[in-house]
């Protein structure tokens, strides 16, 4: 329950002991709230004010959960920030509420519709795009000439088609290939070719001598055949290094015209009427603050509820600010099995840590710090709230497609980076994306439209070319979280129906980045 200080802090449960300060710039010290507390210090905007003395030791509680424990004495009307708190210790994966919350009994929406691209094997597109997949870095350069290319020369001739994806990344070789951790990345870019986006068209770029030969990227059976006679080979396949090319221009003149009549079927595909359900929504926070877990995370889980109950399917991430609320989830999973599964990615996510002797205190940015997230488990918090109130139905380890059958409330688990959160999603084979944020990120992704929230409405001011809803006008007081949620829903249905986002008007996006925990050799 949110209870609003008259537009001037924001309490977030009745027994929390601060407040955030939700007006722009921050108040100054003197000013007094209408509950009748005197500001000691200058609390800048998202910032805590401690509403009552705390005492040293004592938590410091924000969602009635601890964010803090007070390293000293903090005065009524101060601020509280970082500096002052020490975090609490995160919870051990032993002895957790397994599947203990009864799933909500909600009525099934019916009736909402999106005009999306329907694939051969039941799934849908958003976006009909034509990728071509690499299997190593080297040949970056050559793609990307390539791509230009097709998009001025042929592209025109294909008007149904919605661009040209040279799926570039940092991997393929210079790797310990076969050592553990190593099928993460590979399986990542096997399952983002087939990506619901690209409408079963596989097409492949290779130097020759990498470490990831297409044939293990993609294996015979591994991706779509438009003749049965081809089942047992392998993908269109560009090899750099084959004699047949000679001289650069001529690996660019094979690339275009193998381009052709993948274009063709893409071009033969329209947009056709389908129900909610076939959404796979993946949603993220990044450039986080204090408004994250007021605002648009809360604004994201309720539109994630409606997408549940449409039937549709719904991944949420990010390990590290997910672990301290491990119990949120272990206790909502739909069975013992899958809260079984939240432990055992969790725990493996602990133990990848501990190899680099990091920690989750390492999650948290200078900018979250600075938006008033004091620490990881503050950010935490708020980061849950986007994964609505629903049954978590299954978890997906990082790189893994979902299968057919798996719909409903997803706990995929990814890093908490932006880069590599999103491109794990895309593998899992999200269509839709829902990405809010504090401070402020120009992130995109060129293979799936990107929906940005803004959590604070002087964000949403300043880069209204840049952000696609305001969920600022929360802690306005124009509207509810509920309404908030709707308006999403209907928002994210247009935008999978082609609606571009202000990420694609702008054409902004950024760079696949894999998860490889393996060693570089």
């Excluded at 994806?165 to 870019?189: K, M, S, W």
């Excluded at 938006?371 to 709230?385: F, P, Q, T, V, Y």
């Amino acid at each position: 329950m949110i209870t609003p200080l008259r537009s001037l802090a924001i309490r977030m449960h009745p027994n929390d002991n601060v407040a955030i300060i939700a007006n722009d710039g921050g108040l100054p010290a003197g000013t007094v709230l209408p509950e009748g507390l005197t500001l000691r210090d200058k609390v800048p905007q998202g910032h805590k004010v401690a509403l009552k003395d705390i005492a040293v030791g004592q938590a410091v509680l924000r969602y009635n959960v601890p964010v803090g424990f007070a390293r000293e004495a903090i005065a009524a009307g101060s601020w509280v920030h970082e500096r002052i708190l020490d975090i609490p210790p995160a919870r051990e994966l032993q002895d957790l509420p397994m599947a203990t919350v009864p799933a909500p009994q909600w009525a099934q929406l019916e009736g909402h519709t999106f005009e999306g691209y329907v694939n051969a094997n039941g799934s849908v597109g958003t976006r009909n795009l034509l990728a071509i997949s690499t299997t190593v870095q080297c040949v970056a350069g050559v793609v990307k000439i390539a791509v230009e290319r097709i998009e001025r020369e042929l592209l025109p001739m294909y008007p149904n088609v919605d661009g040209v994806v040279g799926l570039e990344h940092t991997y393929g070789c210079g790797v310990a290939i076969d050592a553990p951790g190593a099928e993460i990345p590979i399986r990542t870019l096997r399952n983002i070719s087939l990506n619901p986006n690209f409408g079963d068209e596989v097409m492949v770029v290779s130097l020759g001598c990498e470490k990831l030969q297409p044939s293990r990227l993609l294996p015979p059976g591994s991706f779509p055949v438009h003749d049965a006679r081809d089942k047992d080979k392998g993908p269109d396949l560009v090899c750099l290094q084959d004699d047949e090319h000679v001289g650069f221009m001529s690996m660019i003149d094979d690339i275009v015209q193998r381009a052709r009549p993948h274009l063709a079927r893409l071009n033969a595909r329209r947009r056709q009427t389908v129900p909610a359900s076939a959404l796979v929504v993946g949603v993220q926070c990044g450039g986080s603050d204090a408004f994250s877990g007021v605002t648009a995370n809360p604004a994201v889980g309720y539109m994630a509820d409606l997408i549940v109950r449409t039937g549709g399917t719904v991944m949420f991430s990010e390990n590290t600010e997910v672990r301290d609320a491990v119990e949120q989830l272990t206790s909502r999973a739909a069975t013992f099995k899958v809260a079984q599964d939240v432990v055992r990615e969790l725990g493996w996510y602990d133990q990848y840590l501990d190899r680099g002797r990091a920690d989750r205190t390492a999650n948290t940015t200078p900018g979250n710090k600075a938006g008033g997230l004091s620490n990881i488990a503050e950010k935490a918090m708020g980061s849950i709230i986007k994964s609505g109130s629903g049954a978590i139905a299954s978890v997906l380890a990082p790189g893994d497609k979902l299968k057919p059958d798996q719909k409903g409330l997803v706990f995929a688990a990814t890093p908490a980076s932006d880069f590599i959160c999103g491109t794990l999603q895309l593998a899992a084979g999200m269509n839709v994306h829902v990405f809010t944020t504090g401070r402020g990120t120009p992130y995109g992704l060129q293979a799936c439209p990107v929906v940005k929230v803004a959590t604070r409405s002087d964000l949403a001011r300043r880069w209204h070319d840049l952000m696609d809803f305001n969920a600022g006008q929360i802690a306005d007081g124009a509207m509810t979280i509920e309404e908030a949620g709707w308006a999403l829903f209907h928002m994210l249905l247009e935008t999978a129906s082609g609606k571009r986002t202000w990420a694609e008007h702008w054409k902004l996006h950024n760079a696949l980045v894999l998860f490889n925990p393996a060693p570089i050799t």
